[in-house]
């Protein structure tokens, strides 16, 4: 009695892609096991890693935040329960690497494999709208005239090692008035429930020319009265058709971002001079005369991953690195669209400030301005390329200073010609 041939594969749940920050090569590989029993006698087994992408017409997120577990800066995963393996579209799929196995005569036989992991993968994601899966499949001919086949999801998580670091912020200068603002980050602090996003927030231009109503002993000082910051978070989707090349060329290519906030928060200040927040805190004095630097913690989703770079792969005006749109299955004559997704993490700053009159011996507020004016910064998160040295907690370049544009409203909107929904 002939016994039924079967295939069972074996491998990590979970492979990590080391994302080195220096330009350098590093090779990945997946190591398995594939498990064999009854195959015929000279019988190949092909095993390959696949993957499958979709693009998603008219998805809702249903996530608080954007991006969970799987460790990934582009994954929007719920709990362990809203996870669903999609069904593996075999046929649809992108072959990404194989090996060959031919398995040892007998009932059951174990043969180890390996695959080659390209390092420019895109990590395992799904979101409301763009879906990335890979998967591990054994495929072999008994000559029955079934296919076997086998396969097992594998989740690709891209990391960067070592302590993460982002750039200061530009320097915002604002019209009539000599207040100057710029945002520098510590080493994020991460932990299993939030990572905390240490921001030092130096205020320049604060120390202003006395008035002739006003004493010797006074001074004349531009005084924070709140400050609010909220972390926002942007799914970049690239979308087009490959030409001759079998890339998407950048000309043809269609943008859509998806904004959604991930955290916000807010601190009154209540600063006595010569300058100590409340509880006793002091409040650093710049070396210059009239500024001074006020921590902040930000708080995101412990799943949040700043680490790795979101630009897109161009040479030659084409997008590289894109993934296969099997959404849709066409013709044969027709060519799959293709994606390209990424994350791009910006922190906004908006300070509310008074005006007050001290007393320089005492500290007492001898006068106050009714009026109050309001100041954002916009601080995109972008991680230094280099690392940092021990004796240079911000770097020796300073960014270049900006003077921000009119505009009505809370935030800066993106520019006209991006398609943006939530």
């Known amino acids: 009695m002939n016994r039924k041939a079967c295939l069972a594969l074996h491998t990590a749940k979970d492979h990590v892609i080391a994302s080195a920050i220096a330009e350098t090569v590093v090779e990945a590989i997946l190591d398995g096991e594939l498990e064999c029993c009854n195959i015929p006698t000279n019988c190949q087994v092909r095993v390959e890693l696949v993957r499958v992408g979709r693009i998603i017409k008219g998805g809702k997120s249903k996530h608080a935040t954007a991006t969970k577990a799987l460790i990934s800066e582009l994954g929007f995963l719920g709990s362990a329960k809203d996870q669903r393996t999609a069904e593996l579209d075999y046929a649809s799929a992108e072959k990404i690497s194989e090996s060959v196995i031919i398995p040892t005569p007998g009932s059951k036989s174990k043969c180890a494999f390996r695959l080659d992991i390209p390092t420019h993968l895109p990590p395992t994601v799904e979101l409301s709208s763009v879906r990335i899966s890979y998967s591990v499949v ?150 210059e005369e009239g500024g001074m630097e006020i921590p902040i913690n930000v708080m995101a989703p412990a799943d949040t991953d700043l680490s790795d770079g979101r630009t897109l792969s161009i040479a030659g005006a084409h997008i590289l690195h894109t993934v296969r749109d099997c959404a849709n299955p066409l013709s044969s004559s027709q060519a799959h669209s293709r994606f390209a997704v990424y ?33 954002t910064i916009l601080c995109p998160l972008n991680t230094q390329r280099t690392p940092r040295g021990d004796g240079d907690a911000h770097g020796d370049e300073e960014p270049a200073t900006i003077v921000p544009p009119r505009y009505e409203g809370g935030w800066i909107e993106p520019p006209p010609e991006y398609a943006t929904y939530s």
């Open 138 to 287: 054994a495929t072999c001919d008994p000559g029955t005239g079934k296919l076997l086949q086998s396969s097992k999801p594998v989740n690709i998580i891209r990391q960067t090692p070592g302590p993460v670091n982002l750039e200061p912020s530009q320097t915002v200068v604002y019209p009539e008035s000599p207040l100057a603002i710029q945002a520098r980050f510590q080493t994020l602090s991460p932990s299993a429930k939030r990572l905390n996003i240490p921001v030092a927030l130096q205020l320049h231009g604060m120390l202003l020319p006395p008035t002739e109503s006003m004493h010797n002993n006074e001074s004349r000082w531009l005084v924070p009265r709140e400050i609010r910051w909220e972390l926002e978070e942007t799914a970049v989707l690239i979308t087009g058709s490959p030409d001759s090349t079998g890339q998407v060329p950048m000309a043809t290519a269609q943008k859509v971002l998806k904004k959604q906030q991930l955290s916000a928060g807010k601190e009154k200040l209540k600063l006595k001079y010569p300058f100590t927040r409340a509880g006793n805190t002091v409040v650093r004095m710049l070396e």
């Open 343 to 375: 994350l791009e993490y910006k922190l906004h700053i908006w300070v509310r400030t008074g005006e007050d009159v001290f007393d320089n011996a005492s500290g007492d507020l001898m006068n106050r301005k009714v009026d109050e004016m309001a100041y």
